[in-house]
């Protein structure tokens, strides 16, 4: 059974930093292009960074940009979402996701692309 989770989500304060991971059971993340989306209270759910599989070639929403960094770790069948600076507007559940192909897709941000989702972690930033 194909399967991808989430984990290292928790509360934080506003300028502080966190973790996120997202492995694989039934496969490696290392053969795929991974996504991470959020969806904060009320809102839609957003995609904020892709990986590749083939280069590690890196993607990020605008919102994101320069705060937000992921990664790869191979050796370790892991990705990560490296978040700083983080602020209550980041406040969401985070997923990772996949459609099983070696390359970001052109629209990557599109959550209708992807068919193999993790059950999400919850980041809650506040004072």
């Known amino acids: 059974q194909i399967q991808i989770a989430e984990s290292g989500g928790g509360l934080v304060q506003p300028g502080e930093s966190l973790r996120l991971s997202c492995a694989a059971s039934?496969?490696?993340?290392?053969?795929?292009?991974i996504v991470w989306f959020r969806q904060a209270p009320g809102k839609e759910r957003e995609g904020i960074s892709c990986?590749?599989?083939?280069?590690?070639?890196?993607h990020y929403a605008d919102s994101v940009k320069g705060r937000f960094t992921i990664s790869r770790d191979n050796a370790n069948h892991m990705v990560y979402l490296h978040m700083n600076n983080l602020n209550p507007e980041d406040t969401a559940i985070y997923y990772c996701?996949?459609?099983?192909?070696?390359?970001?897709?052109?629209?990557?941000?599109?959550?209708?692309?992807?068919?193999?989702w993790g059950q999400g972690t919850q980041v809650t930033v506040s004072s």
């Open positions: 990986i590749s599989s083939s280069d590690a070639t890196t």
């Open positions: 996701a996949t459609e099983r192909s070696t390359q970001c897709m052109s629209a990557w941000w599109r959550e209708l692309w992807y068919d193999v």
């Open positions: 039934g496969f490696t993340v290392n053969a795929y292009a």
